[in-house]
């Protein structure tokens, strides 16, 4: 068997028992992992290194980081008793503290939607299917990674202009990402100061105003992704492989949401990820999640299923793709609980139509 499966279902089992633990003073997962046994804690740690590459400069890094994975742990067991019905623990960014995360990985600047943002038209929802997934249905390239740049609205932008693409040409191309962080300056009218801005940060609706202005998206083969902000825009307008010919902002009505994703492609998503650092497989539904939206990420489906492992019933979810490689949730994917805006999920939504053309 994978050692990465085996490594993730031994502390999710380890999560689980403290997350159905009654014991009020210590911390449970703390005590089997860190109190009293703290070679466990250290193994924890080298496994994670192992998984996941990691290597410090120095001991005293090295020391730092510990510190820091061990805190994680204790952020892992809060949120898995706030999201009981996902599963919580060690991830890729178990070394980074939270403001190091929202710093390195999340990316989103402006995010208010411009006051003269059009509206998308209202979609009849009557025979809406009970579940779709557009993986199923050929709008999704693999999921792709940002790396330490907070490039998310990038990548948004160009899985909802994909998808977009695919319906309007019958191709499924993969866009530049590095295009936008290259070369996408523009800026929210209703924000002084708000402009796409590479590796720190941007909006997609920006995004795709600027592939309107510049005419279109190069493919990720002839512009590849570096992670970097690299200041020098190689933009090739021979060499574009898709162009935007409308977008426009969904209703917060979810039934419009999942309207608009039957009938127009993969959906450009603003979601706040607080949750998201911690969190390893299963539907999150969180007690408690703020609305405060600081990542861009690309919903592609929605179904439902019996996942609270407490109270088995059948909910609703959301389907979002992620751009933190497939090594992160599940296979790079995310499920959160869909009916009440969790974490702000309906709040920013847009869909985008594609030129009817063919690649180049």
Excluded at 52 to 68: I, L, M, N, P, S
Excluded at 137 to 148: E, H, P, R
Excluded at 232 to 255: G, H, Q, R
Excluded at 317 to 324: A, E, F, Q, V
Aim: glycine share 10%; proline share 4%.
């Amino acid at each position: 068997m994978n050692r990465n499966l085996i490594f993730a279902g031994l502390f999710s089992v380890v999560v689980l028992v403290a997350a159905a633990s009654s014991d009020v003073g210590e911390d449970p997962l703390i005590r089997q992992v860190v109190g009293g046994v703290r070679l466990g804690a250290e193994e924890h740690f080298l496994e994670f290194k192992r998984r996941f590459g990691k290597a410090y400069a120095t001991g005293e890094e090295h020391d730092y980081r510990f510190t820091v994975f061990k805190a994680n742990l204790r952020r892992a067991r809060r949120h898995q008793s706030l999201d009981p019905s996902a599963v919580h623990g060690v991830t890729q960014f178990s070394d980074l503290t939270p403001t190091e995360f929202r710093n390195k990985v999340l990316g989103l600047r402006g995010v208010r939607l411009p006051s003269d943002a059009e509206k998308a038209p209202i979609l009849p929802t009557d025979n809406l299917p009970s579940d779709f997934d557009w993986r199923d249905n050929g709008a999704v390239t693999a999921v792709k990674n940002q790396g330490s740049c907070g490039s998310c609205w990038s990548f948004s932008a160009t899985g909802a202009l994909e998808g977009a693409h695919f319906l309007a040409t019958g191709e499924l191309v993969s866009l530049s990402e590095q295009q936008l962080v290259d070369c996408d300056h523009e800026c929210d009218p209703d924000e002084a100061g708000s402009c796409d801005s590479g590796c720190n940060g941007g909006l997609m609706n920006s995004a795709f105003e600027y592939i309107l202005k510049s005419g279109g998206v190069m493919r990720e083969e002839d512009y590849p992704y570096s992670g970097t902000d690299r200041g020098t825009c190689k933009f090739d307008k021979a060499k574009i492989a898709a162009s935007v010919s409308n977008f426009s902002v969904v209703s917060l009505d979810e039934d419009q949401i999942a309207a608009n994703l039957v009938k127009n492609g993969p959906l450009a998503v603003a979601i706040n990820a607080v949750f998201m650092q911690t969190y390893m497989h299963g539907v999150s539904c969180p007690y408690i999640c703020s609305k405060r939206l600081n990542h861009g990420v690309l919903l592609v489906g929605y179904g439902s299923g019996s996942y609270a492992p407490i109270r088995m019933k059948e909910k609703p979810y959301w389907i979002i793709k992620n751009s933190w490689g497939e090594n992160w949730g599940e296979n790079g994917y995310y499920k959160i609980c869909r009916g009440r805006n969790i974490c702000g999920v309906d709040s920013m939504v847009s869909t985008v139509a594609a030129v009817h053309t063919t690649t180049h």
